[in-house]
Structure formats: structure tokens, C-alpha cells
């Protein structure tokens, strides 16, 4: 049959992630409380995100991740926890939702010295689920 078309992505640049706060998929903005899917947080010796329904898997190839791209690498990925020593700045996150949205997070800041203060800041898109 025919391809579905590749649906058209909502961009959130700049989203500040920390431990206050939380990202929903799809929404314009981050939660100003802990309610949402993905979540910032950092332990005694890590920081990482963290999601309830999402899974995130951060890609180590070529960067340029388009819907394609996570649609595919996003098939057989299992892990709703990503430990953020394995992503630096330019780093690329897909992620997909339990209503089936795509997203790719592309870090800009990770700020993870003091965890107490630590933050994250992606662009995100997020192609919808059709």
C-alpha cells in the first residue's frame, strides 16, 4: 500500500528541562510541576531523563535524525530511562510516546556538575501521531 505521509512536526526550541519541572510530548510548553511524561532528575550520582510512557533512545550515528529515522531506530527500543554521561551538547534523543508521537530532542545546554542545580535545555519536535 501507499506510504503514510510523514506527519508535519511541531518544533519547541529551547525547552528548559530540571527538576522542577516536566515535558509532555507534543505540548508547547514544559510542565510546571512533575505531572508530565518526561522528566529531568538527578541522583547521588547521575543525572538522567526519565519518562513514565515514553521511550528515549539517544542516537550515536550521523546527526540529522528526521521522522524516518526515529520511526525506525525506535522499533525495538525498550528504555524509559536515559543516564544523560551518554549525551553531550549536539546530542540527538528520539523518543516516542504511548499515543504513538515522535519526537527528536537535539541538547543544547547540559548543565549536570551540580546536580542540586542541574538543567537541560533541547529543542524538541515532535511529528504527531496521525
Request: aromatic share 4%.
Amino acid at each position: 500500500g501507499m506510504l503514510a505521509a510523514t506527519p508535519l512536526p511541531i518544533a519547541e526550541p529551547l525547552l528548559h528541562l530540571d527538576a522542577t519541572n516536566s515535558l509532555n510530548l507534543g505540548d508547547q510548553d514544559v510542565r510546571k510541576d512533575r505531572k508530565g511524561d518526561i522528566r529531568f532528575t538527578c541522583g547521588a550520582q547521575q543525572c538522567s531523563l526519565e519518562s513514565r510512557s515514553s521511550v528515549l533512545l539517544p542516537r550515536f550515528t550521523e546527526p540529522g535524525a528526521t521522522y524516518d529515522t526515529c520511526e525506525f531506530e525506535l522499533r525495538h527500543a525498550t528504555s524509559h530511562h536515559l543516564p544523560l554521561a551518554v549525551v553531550a551538547t549536539g546530542s540527538e534523543i528520539c523518543a516516542r510516546d504511548r499515543a504513538g508521537n515522535i519526537a527528536l530532542l537535539v541538547v543544547q545546554v547540559k548543565s549536570t556538575v551540580s546536580p542540586e542545580v542541574g538543567f537541560l535545555m533541547v529543542d524538541v519536535t515532535v511529528w504527531p501521531h496521525a
